[in-house]
C-alpha cells in the first residue's frame, strides 16, 4: 500500500551547504539519506514528498556541521497481507515467475500460478498450464494477493498468488469476465 507518512528525524548539514536555502539543503541531505531505502516498519521509501518543520540549527563542538530537527512527508510502499497487487512479470523461473510491484518483487511460485499442472519451457522462457494452455512470459502484466510476507531490516520478501477468482494474468481475467 502506497503512503504519504510524516517523519521527525535530526537533519546533519555540513558546513559546504551553509550560507544556501537550509529547507533545499536539509531536502537534499534526507534524500540521499532516505530515498531508495527499506525500513521493516515504513516500507520502501521512494520519495521525500516535501519538508514541514526545520527547527533551530545546533552544532556540536569538534564537528563543524550544523544539526536541525526536521520534520517532513515521505511517500512509502508497505505490502501488506491479502493486499490485491498488480505488476509486471520480470523473470521465469522453472520454480516461479518474479512480479514488479512498483519499487519491489514478489514471486508467484508454480504452485500458484493456477489449477492446472504447470510446464517451465527454458527455450522460450515460459510457464504454461498442461490443460488449459494458458501461458505466462515476461512482460505480462498480473493481477496477485499477497499470501506471504517477510519483512525485515533492509529485506522484503513477498509471496504472492493468482489462484483465485479474478486474478492471473490480466487477459486471463478478461477472458473469465466474458464466460461468467
Partial sequence: ?????????TARVPPN??????NESIAEI???QYEGTWDKDLGFILAIHKIIRVGDGKIVPGDG????DTDFEALTYLPKIYEVVEGEVEEITEFGAFVRLGPIDGLVH?????????????KS?????KESGRGLKVG?????????????????KIGLTMRQPYLGKLEWIAEEKKEG
Fill in 65 to 68: 556541521s550544523a544539526y536541525y
Fill in 110 to 122: 508454480v504452485s500458484q500460478l493456477t489449477n492446472d499442472f504447470i510446464n517451465y519451457d527454458k
Fill in 125 to 129: 522462457n515460459t510457464l504454461s498450464g
Fill in 1 to 9: 500500500m502506497f503512503k504519504v507518512i510524516q517523519i521527525r528525524d
Fill in 30 to 32: 534526507l534524500q540521499g
Fill in 140 to 156: 505480462d502484466k498480473v493481477r496477485a494477493r499477497i499470501v506471504t510476507l517477510s519483512l525485515k531490516r533492509g529485506s522484503a
Fill in 17 to 22: 551547504k551553509f550560507g544556501g536555502d537550509i
